[in-house]
């Protein structure tokens, strides 16, 4: 027969994402399974408290661990759940995201442990060890897009999601119900990346990033026009320009908008571009094996020129500061992206004194970072080795978004052609959270109290959410 008339219930229940940017982590739990979603830290907290809330819910009844990209804020805590808790289920990511956590995670537990001596707080910094990342690795199993796995009653399928190599949302079915997961993702063409697919199947429940609420993004040849003219004008009079980034990811769209760009304007031929990361070797050759995952316009250019587009002509890669003649006007892109320590952080220090300067954030800067608080434009900063002493700041802060999320206008075209019946958001901060779900409900104003009404939820960490579900029919 395959129908239960019975209802049952669904039940979300957010450990880290909810009402904020960072630490992503999310279970859903349905007839007895449970799948968790991501498992990040929060770049503005270091050590334990960095983490999800692990200890509200007992990981031990996890089944299936899915992985959405790459980036700190939903992939670094894996180590920990895997080697430091009670879970013992089984852990998926696409094959490009397994490369390069390898390396990235590396690079987190080293800045961590320095973070670790310098400050010699009682809460660690250091969550896990090498070891431990290396044990977790193996244990890891891939996923191809457009495949789907089928484990022990819960199915899942990975979509493109644009955002960063690697990146996948997640269609998940336990029990009769169909979940989508967006992850992160975008829907704007870029030079490397496919954008997020709708997947063919609509699903009841939609979990979606919120990270922009209901801003609109500037288009995209305007805010490439702007990002070039400004530095562009800023080494013409003398001056360095400091691109804070993550150390990989958007970071390579950017060398890849700049080394055209230099291609085309002899004039800044003499003009150096630094890209200052341990890792950039590494990750390079990542980028040059998986161009058969990236967009059409890319693996064109691979074809026609027969050369790899992500070996730059004017960018010089350098692994840290210690040969950098830091003499002539020049432009260093530099981890980490929200300047807390490290390279990025040290040449912030070093040039926010000068007027001519210019620092230019491109991705979305969280609560509690260095980024966030430039954005108000203080007249000093802490210095990051002895933060009594203050530093002036004169050089010009500009935000130009190239974070790869989507917009009010793609956000709600894409739920659009999802179509699902309840909607829950995660992933940003409590005012554009609120924002977005507003524009939401009134959008479907008129489906209120009909069988189509599309319920919106914003839940809070450790809010548990239960939606019920009447007569699931069940595929056998
Ligand atoms: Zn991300």
């Known amino acids: 027969n395959g129908t239960s008339g019975e209802t049952e219930q669904f039940r979300f ?15 859903i739990q349905f007839k007895g399974k449970t799948v968790m979603l991501d498992a990040g830290v929060h770049p503005g907290y270091s050590g334990l408290s960095s983490l999800p809330f692990y200890d509200e819910f007992d990981l031990s009844t ?22 430091h808790t009670n879970f013992k289920g089984r852990v998926f990511m696409t094959h490009p995201t397994k490369a390069i956590y390898r390396w990235l995670l590396n690079d987190f537990v080293r800045v961590t442990m320095i973070g670790d001596d310098s400050s010699g707080t009682v809460n660690s910094g250091t969550l896990y060890t090498d070891d431990d990342l290396a044990a977790s690795f193996d244990k890891i199993e891939t996923i191809d897009y457009h495949s789907t796995v089928e484990i022990d009653g819960i199915r899942f399928t990975a979509y493109h999601a644009g955002h ?9 079915e336990i029990g009769g119900i169909k979940v989508l997961f967006t992850g992160d993702y975008s829907r704007e063409e870029d030079r490397h990346l496919n954008i997020a697919e709708v997947p063919l199947t609509r699903p009841d429940i939609l979990i979606t990033e919120s990270t922009f609420g209901t801003a609109t993004h500037e288009n995209r040849i305007e805010k490439e026009t702007k990002f070039t003219n400004l ?18 990811g958007r970071a390579q769209e950017l060398l890849l908008i700049l080394d055209e760009y230099w291609k085309n304007n002899e004039d800044l031929e003499d003009i150096n571009i630094y890209y200052a990361s341990s890792l950039a070797r590494k990750c390079m050759a990542v980028y040059q094996t998986y161009i058969n995952m990236m967009n059409e316009s890319i693996r064109k250019k691979f074809r026609d020129s027969n050369s790899n587009p992500f070996q730059f002509k004017y960018i010089k890669s350098i692994r ?38 210019a620092v230019i954030l491109t991705g979305y800067s969280i609560e509690g970072t260095m980024a966030k608080q430039l954005l108000m434009e203080p007249a000093q900063i802490p210095s990051f080795n002895n933060p009594d002493i203050m530093i002036p700041r004169r050089a010009g802060i500009t935000e130009i978004s190239f974070a790869a999320h989507v917009d009010y206008e793609q956000n709600s075209k894409f739920i659009e052609l999802v179509n699902p019946k309840s909607i829950i958001l995660v992933h940003g901060e409590s005012n554009p959270m609120g924002r977005l779900k507003s524009a939401l409900l009134s959008k479907y104003q008129k489906l209120k109290n009909t069988e189509n009404e599309v319920k919106v939820y914003n839940p809070r960490n450790c809010d548990d959410l239960k939606l019920s579900f009447k007569g699931i029919k069940i595929a056998k």
Not at 13 to 27: D, P, Q, T, Y
Not at 62 to 83: E, R
Not at 231 to 245: A, E, F, K
Not at 324 to 333: E, G, Q, S
């Open 13 to 27: 229940f957010c450990l880290g994402g909810g009402n904020e940017v960072g630490r992503s982590c999310h279970i």
């Open 62 to 83: 996890v089944d299936i661990l899915l992985i959405s990209h790459f980036h700190l804020d939903h992939a670094a805590s894996l180590p920990f759940v895997m080697q």
């Open 164 to 172: 960063v190599l690697g990146a996948a949302m997640f269609f998940i």
């Open 231 to 248: 530095i562009h004008s800023t080494l013409l009079r003398g001056g360095r320009c400091l691109l804070p980034v993550f150390a990989l």
């Open 320 to 357: 840290n500061l210690d040969k950098f003649d830091d003499l002539n006007p020049c432009i260093v892109l530099a981890a980490p992206g929200m300047l807390q320590n490290g390279v990025s952080r040290e040449l912030l220090e070093r040039w926010a004194p000068d007027e001519r300067n």
